[in-house]
């Protein structure tokens, strides 16, 4: 078992830049794919970023080279570092913990979210 808890969504203005946290507890978290989400209100959430174990990392196309993800395997955190902020940006990021255990067995966690808004 794994619990996601966010921190350090707010306002920000447009251009801004900000930093997203995600501590978990509960597991080996090193075995961990490690993502952000995010869901603009009225809309489907949608994959933001990815950092496997090996800390390989993926992104959507509309936030390359603005976002990075990182992690930090011993205090049990994952970051989203956002930069040159757009009103689009603005949406609930959620923090999501994944792996295929030895026996086949999706597991999948999810936060609470922590809700971003960027204005012009």
């Known amino acids: 078992q794994v619990q996601l808890v966010e921190s350090g969504g707010g306002l920000v203005q447009s251009g801004g830049s900000r930093r997203l946290s995600c501590v978990a507890s509960?597991?080996?978290?090193?075995?961990?794919?490690l993502a952000w989400y995010r869901q603009p209100q009225g809309e489907q959430r949608e994959l933001v970023a990815t950092?496997?174990?090996?800390?390989?990392?993926t992104y959507i196309g509309s936030v390359k080279g603005r976002f990075t993800i990182s992690r930090d395997n011993a205090k049990n955190m994952v970051f989203l570092q956002m930069d040159s902020l757009k009103p689009d940006d603005t949406a609930v990021y959620f923090c999501?913990?994944?792996?295929?255990?030895?026996?086949?067995?999706?597991?999948?966690?999810w936060g609470q979210g922590t809700q971003v808004t960027v204005f012009s």
């Open positions: 999501n913990a994944y792996r295929l255990t030895y026996n086949g067995r999706f597991e999948e966690y």
């Open positions: 509960g597991s080996i978290f090193s075995d961990y794919s």
């Open positions: 950092i496997v174990p090996s800390r390989n990392t």
